[in-house]
């Protein structure tokens, strides 16, 4: 399998379908999206679609990731969280574009695996710890960026109160059948970018079993 091929071709396909942040293409033309998702489904790793990982969890389908990422508006000198490091396959394309990241995720397993993962891949700007982010993850605060990736029923205002007031946080905000893509600024300015279906965010500001 030629994997370089097949990053390509899924870079010329995020362009067709409109992604247009060079910076975002060329983070994704670099990182080797098949070390992030289960052996037996490395075949499929560059197709347009989420794929199961783990504990249940899922690595977001490409699209997904770059247009969350564009929305961002990472900066090379940015301090990023991110909620649900799941595969850590996000949290890499964060740590292409920002200063440093932390990356947190409530299952112990994922969090290793994606730190042992993004350790042997050499980003030595990605933290990921263990933990409930739903709330946030204080000790890092403030944030200029913070991107939640599981479905949220809202943006908890712990989570406005960490990021920085010029600061943003893209979420998929809704139900657990359907969110929306949302960016939100702490002076309360938000706009609505789409549907998209996530995992639940589940902790202290998530949803409830
Ligand atoms: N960004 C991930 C990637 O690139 O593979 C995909 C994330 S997956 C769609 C959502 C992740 O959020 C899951 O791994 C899940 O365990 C995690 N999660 C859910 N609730 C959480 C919480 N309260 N705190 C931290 N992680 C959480």
Known sequence: MDYE?????????????????????????KIPRERFVRDEDRQIAYGDHALGIAEGQTISQPYVVARMTELLEVESDHHVLEVGTGSGYQAAVLGELARDVVSVERHAALAEQARDLLNELGYRNVQV???????GYES????????????????????????????????????????????????GQESRHGAVKFVPLRGQAGFRH
Not at 11 to 28: H, N
Not at 161 to 186: F, K, S, T, Y
């Open 5 to 29: 091929r097949e990053r390509e071709a899924m870079v010329r396909q995020l362009r067709r379908m409109g992604i247009r942040d060079e910076r975002v293409l060329a983070a994704i033309a």
């Open 129 to 135: 710890v263990t933990g409930d982010a739903s709330a």
């Open 140 to 187: 890092g605060a403030p944030y200029d960026r913070i991107l939640v990736t599981a479905a949220s029923p809202a943006i908890s205002p712990e989570l406005v109160r960490q990021c920085a007031a010029d600061g943003r946080i893209v979420a998929p905000v809704g139900d657990e059948e359907m969110q929306q893509l949302v960016v939100r600024r702490p002076s």
